[in-house]
Nanobody, 121 residues
Framework: QVQLVESGGDLVQSGGSLRLSCAAS????????MAWYRQAPGKQRELVAS???????NYADSVKGRFTISRDNAKKMVNLQMISLKPEDTAVYYC???????????????WGHGTQVTVSS
């Protein structure tokens, strides 16, 4: 069974840093884009950062210059390095990936269960 599992969420003070990791497991033939989303209480889920399988990245304006997304294709992992954290970064962070289970099947979108990031002022 293909799944994504996030880790690294924590409670940190404003100005602090965290590194989130997400590992894909199960039988996976290939992975296209990977991304991090977040959802704060009472708000819609929003894209934080994405990365293609060739390493091209995209960031939400609110995190540019503070967050860095990276991936390790051999380990089937995507990471999110976060610095200069602000209280408004508080949210549940979700990992997502478009993955192929077989060579002949189409890609499917998978989501992790999320990891909580809380930034205190």
């Amino acid at each position: 069974q293909v799944q994504l599992v996030e880790s690294g969420g924590d409670l940190v003070q404003s100005g602090g840093s965290l590194r989130l990791s997400c590992a894909a497991s199960g039988y996976i033939f290939g992975i296209n884009d990977m991304a991090w989303y977040r959802q704060a209480p009472g708000k819609q889920r929003e894209l934080v950062a994405s990365i293609t399988n060739t390493g091209s990245t995209n960031y939400a304006d609110s995190v540019k210059g503070r967050f860095t997304i990276s991936r390790d294709n051999a380990k089937k992992m995507v990471n999110l390095q976060m610095i200069s954290l602000k209280p408004e970064d508080t949210a549940v962070y979700y990992c997502t990936a478009e993955m192929y289970e077989t060579a002949w099947g189409g890609p499917k979108d998978y989501w992790g269960h999320g990891t909580q990031v809380t930034v205190s002022s």
